[in-house]
């Protein structure tokens, strides 16, 4: 069973919303940080937020900040990622993470990845 499922990416229009959604299922998280990454074609995948497992200490690249929200829904075991006033340079794959203890913007560091959901933003 895979511990993380995202859903919710697709194509939107610049300047668009997307609300994406990481199910923790079959693993408890309980201590671990909760990351979101995104991986655009030839290039590196790139930390974008990170919360606790707790809903506490959300922490977002700079690249986003102001635009896009992290947020978790503890009786659903849920962590969203809301991202507002997209741009094309948005698109990417997204995938949720976790990794034990505190958070970092390193994706080796994360032990549990999800199969990730596409974004992809028209201009």
């Known amino acids: 069973q895979v511990p993380l499922v995202e859903s919710g990416g697709g194509l939107v229009q610049a300047g668009g919303s997307l609300r994406l959604s990481c199910a923790a299922s079959g693993q408890t998280f309980y201590g671990y940080t909760m990351g979101w990454f995104r991986q655009a074609p030839g290039k590196d995948r790139e930390f974008v937020a990170s919360?606790?497992?707790?809903?506490?200490?959300?922490y977002y690249a700079d690249s986003v900040k102001g635009r896009i929200t992290i947020s978790k829904d503890n009786a659903k075991a849920t962590v969203y990622l809301q991202m507002n006033s997209l741009n094309p340079e948005d698109t990417a794959t997204y995938y949720c993470?976790?990794?034990?203890?505190?958070?970092?913007?390193?994706?080796?560091?994360?032990?549990?990845w999800g199969q990730g959901t596409q974004v992809t933003v028209a201009s």
């Open positions: 993470a976790a990794r034990w203890g505190s958070r970092s913007i390193n994706y080796n560091n994360y032990e549990f």
């Open positions: 919360i606790l497992w707790t809903g506490s200490s959300p």
